[in-house]
């Protein structure tokens, strides 16, 4: 299978195309929100995929959506990824710390009674999950220029402290309807200065924070994950120049030396046939991105292995079935069976439903 197959990049090399998604687990359930001896554990025992994203990993503390998420904007938390990134080091692994701001898509529960960030003052009617459980959103607080400035500053910061626990690199959440993809879209962002209205202008945050982190620990360690076909989820509504600004957005990624560029599958139970929007999605920009592409949502080992030989795609990223299947390397090598997951763990704290799913 060319899916198992080594890759080799300027900016990247991995024992395989297998990559393990970002997903919330969240399982630092103590006071500092530090990554434990039981989330390395978790990550280390899926180390034979080529590359493991972790779940997002909030760069400060008006970052949050989500209880119980390892956070990486302190020394505390920066000494407990340490022993994340060992232990998958250890078993010959490579893995990424997916930087993430939610903006809009929190509660003041999570900020310490503080409204949350947007761009602009509008409502993303979505959900996040609080310790009293699932809560809706609220209208959040327009960011002020020193906001930006302040949260351009946290990812820079963000990116060092990665690197000094040991992350091969970073991967920057610019999908899913948090704080990049909020600047992106018309339904969130009608701000009147510099950061909103043109498309050039709802791009800027995303290229000064690329900027930023980039002056720090270079291109080949950072990587993108955007979401051009999310539509009526996460907030998002797809707008008439959604299409141009993705465009752009991909085409001056051709700028920088990234890792990789990582699109993010539809998620809508409600379209007819999702995989064939993934797949027409990754054909459109592997026909603009000159640089390394992983597409996501939906593969199984043969249709990965058929967009890898089809030249669609370099890598694909498995979530879920990365959940319930700590070794889906060694399963897919030989066809076997796949373990079922228990949903009703996948955010419930502990060791169950997160580190006690069986092997071979």
């Not at 228990?342 to 071979?360: H, I, K, N, P, V």
Request: with cysteine.
């Amino acid at each position: 299978m060319k899916l198992l197959e080594q890759f080799e990049s300027k900016e990247l090399s991995l024992k395989n195309r297998v990559v393990m998604a970002p997903m919330t687990r969240c399982r630092a359930d103590n006071e500092g929100n530090v990554a434990t001896d039981l989330i390395a554990q978790y990550y280390a025992q899926r180390a034979s995929g080529g590359l493991l994203i972790t779940e997002g990993t909030f760069i400060n503390q008006m970052a949050p959506g989500y209880i119980n998420v390892p956070c990486i904007y302190t020394k505390a938390q920066v000494e407990g990824w340490k022993k994340v990134t060992a232990a998958v080091h250890k078993e010959g692994g490579k893995i990424f710390a997916q930087l993430w701001h939610v903006g809009r898509l929190s509660h003041p529960d999570l900020l310490n009674g503080k409204l949350p960030f947007g761009p602009s003052a509008i409502n993303g009617k979505f959900t996040c999950y609080t310790k009293d459980g699932f809560k809706e959103t609220i209208t959040p607080q327009a960011m002020t220029l020193a906001d930006i400035k302040e949260t351009i500053s946290d990812f820079q910061q963000a990116a060092v402290n990665a690197i000094e626990a040991g992350f091969d690199g970073v991967e920057i959440h610019g999908a899913n309807g948090y704080l990049f993809h909020q600047f992106f879209a018309k339904c969130a962002n009608v701000r009147t200065d510099s950061y909103g209205g043109s498309i050039e202008n709802r791009l800027r945050f995303l290229f000064e924070v690329l900027d930023a982190v980039s002056s720090k620990i270079g291109d080949a360690k950072i990587a993108l994950r955007i979401a051009p076909s999310f539509d009526q989820t996460f907030g998002i509504v797809l707008d008439d120049e959604a299409e141009a600004l993705y465009d752009i957005l991909v085409s001056r990624l051709n700028n920088y030396k990234l890792a990789y560029l990582h699109i993010s599958g539809y998620t809508q139970a409600s379209v007819e046939d999702p995989m064939q929007i993934v797949l027409e999605t990754a054909k459109h920009f592997r026909s603009i991105y000159k640089g390394t592409l992983m597409v996501n949502k939906g593969f199984d080992a043969n249709t990965a292995d058929q967009v890898i030989e089809e030249g669609i795609a370099d890598l694909v990223s498995f979530g879920e079935v990365y959940i319930g299947n700590p070794d889906l390397v060694e399963r897919f090598a030989i066809n076997a069976p796949l373990n079922r997951n228990d949903r009703t763990t996948y955010y419930s704290g502990g060791a169950e439903g997160f580190t006690d799913y069986s092997f071979l």
